[in-house]
Nanobody, 114 residues
Framework: QVQLVESGGGLVQPGGSLRLSCAAS????????MSWYRQAPGKQRELVAD???????NYADSVKGRFTISRDNAKNTVYLQMNSLKPEDTAVYYC????????WGKGTLVTVSS
């Protein structure tokens, strides 16, 4: 059974940093495109960043220069380093794995507030 388990969320002050992790129980992890999405209260889920099998990355304009996505294929894990956090980054962050089918984690809450 495929599982994606996110961790690393929490409460942080504006300007602070967090690193999210997503551990995947996926055979052939390295060939999946891995993504982070987020959903703020009352808003639609949106793509934050993704990284493909060749480690090419893509970011939403709102996080460029502040967030970095990376992957460790030996550990079946994808990370999201979030710096210079803003209150508008507050959301539940979800991990997604996609090749033909796609899989989702249950999410981890990030709250940016003073």
């Amino acid at each position: 059974q495929v599982q994606l388990v996110e961790s690393g969320g929490g409460l942080v002050q504006p300007g602070g940093s967090l690193r999210l992790s997503c551990a995947a129980s996926l055979g052939g992890f390295s060939i999946y495109t891995m993504s982070w999405y987020r959903q703020a209260p009352g808003k639609q889920r949106e793509l934050v960043a993704d990284i493909n099998s060749g480690s090419s990355t893509n970011y939403a304009d709102s996080v460029k220069g502040r967030f970095t996505i990376s992957r460790d294929n030996a550990k079946n894990t994808v990370y999201l380093q979030m710096n210079s956090l803003k209150p508008e980054d507050t959301a539940v962050y979800y991990c997604n794995a996609r090749i033909i089918k796609e899989y989702w984690g249950k999410g981890t809450l990030v709250t940016v507030s003073s």
